[in-house]
T-cell receptor, first 114, second 115 residues
Framework: KAGVTQTPRYLIKTRGQQVTLSCSPI?????VSWYQQTPGQGLQFLFE???????NKGNFPGRFSGRQFSNSRSEMNVSTLELGDSALYLC?????????????FGEGSRLTVL | DAKTTQPPSMDCAEGRAANLPCNHS???????VYWYRQIHSQGPQYIIH???NNETNEMASLIITEDRKSSTLILPHATLRDTAVYYC????????????????FGQGTILTVHP
């Protein structure tokens, strides 16, 4: 069974640009969540999608957005990149069943903003 | 979700049991205790979770105190590959499924297993 796949794994952008990251969840998983990890702030929740709808959102500016497609694949976009957006962006999927709140994480996309 | 407190770092000898404590003194009755770990440069990995009974799986055991205010993750025979950051997370598990994807991570415990 394939795990959560994130692309690209590494990318470099410059300030002011925008970036789109992609996440393919485990087959059959309908919930996809995104996290940002930085040395200073640790792992922080960005947002969660289920059935193409955003259900939860963390405390991030509107430059951070996402969407989910009908096949449960998800993308997140960061516009007008800032140096502080350099981070590891992690995607996680879940089966979404009661008392099985295990999240399966991908390897992440490491973004460097110059 | 309840706040958790973990020691910033711990050491363990290879082959010995690693006991990682977590304090969650403000936990509510419907909140579960979850443990995840993150090996360097990888995504977090689920280890185990429980409500009030002790739990065991192929990776670890989870011991939750009777008052549920603290718990201990036990890796029975630690190996070098168990060196990682271990996160204790407390969260509500609701049948409505409104927050399955949201985990609140603290700073975790850096476990170093040495030969």
């Amino acid at each position: 069974k394939a795990g959560v796949t994130q692309t690209p794994r590494y990318l470099i952008k410059t300030r002011g640009q925008q970036v789109t990251l992609s996440c393919s969840p485990i087959s059959g998983h309908r919930s996809v969540s995104w996290y940002q990890q930085t040395p200073g702030q640790g792992l922080q929740f960005l947002f969660e999608y289920f059935s193409e709808t955003q259900r939860n959102k963390g405390n991030f500016p509107g430059r951070f957005s996402g969407r989910q497609f009908s096949n449960s694949r998800s993308e997140m976009n960061v516009s007008t990149l800032e140096l502080g957006d350099s981070a590891l962006y992690l995607c996680a999927s879940s089966r979404l069943a009661a008392n099985t709140g295990e999240l399966f994480f991908g390897e992440g996309s490491r973004l460097t903003v110059l | 979700d309840a706040k958790t407190t973990q020691p910033p770092s711990m050491d363990c000898a290879e082959g010995r049991a690693a006991n990682l404590p977590c304090n969650h003194s403000t936990i509510s009755g419907n909140e579960y205790v979850y443990w995840y770990r993150q090996i360097h440069s990888q995504g977090p990995q689920y280890i185990i979770h429980g409500l009030k009974n002790n739990e065991t799986n192929e990776m670890a055991s989870l011991i939750i105190t009777e008052d549920r205010k603290s718990s201990t993750l036990i890796l029975p025979h630690a190996t070098l590959r168990d060196t990682a950051v271990y996160y204790c997370i407390v969260r509500v598990e609701d049948a409505g499924g409104t927050s399955y994807g949201k985990l609140t991570f603290g700073q975790g415990t850096i476990l170093t297993v040495h030969p």
